[in-house]
């Protein structure tokens, strides 16, 4: 089987060892190649360009489903792109979902954590004595 054209090299080898091996799983295709990971990034380019398919077969050994790969048919349409989002309208709802703090006056501090414990941590701060002043200092909490 010939390379498609705009191929990388490790695509290719891919592609061709699918075409002579098909059904085998990312870790069985890394096993193959002698690579320390799974050609996880090349299989989901190949898929893109429908010349690959991934059928998700469960594995009871493993607990989970795996994704045993193949050459697509001829005439295979790739998925369907993601529609495109205008920077406006991804910046409007950024902003809803990620409102930023709001702006004090320069040289402020940050608002003191409720808690020592840890950062994020949502118990209620230590209890402190809390006491009145005034001009002399010697009014007692009430």
Do not use: D
Request: glycine content about 10%; hydrophobic content about 40%.
């Amino acid at each position: 089987m010939s390379a498609a054209p705009g191929l990388g090299p490790r695509e290719a080898a891919v592609l061709e060892h699918l075409a002579a091996h098909p059904g085998l799983t990312a870790t069985e295709l890394a096993r193959a190649f002698g690579l320390a990971a799974e050609p996880y990034k090349q299989l989901a380019a190949l898929q893109q360009k429908a010349l690959v398919v991934g059928v998700p077969v469960w594995h009871p050994g493993q607990g989970r489903t795996v994704a045993h790969w193949s050459v697509a048919p001829t005439g295979s349409a790739p998925p369907p792109a993601r529609p495109w989002i205008p920077p406006s309208y991804a910046a409007a709802v950024n902003a809803i979902l990620r409102p930023s703090a709001p702006a004090g006056p320069a040289g402020t501090l940050p608002v003191a954590r409720s808690c020592r414990h840890r950062r994020g941590c949502s118990r209620p701060g230590p209890a402190r004595a809390r006491t009145r002043t005034c001009s002399s200092g010697l009014l007692p909490s009430s």
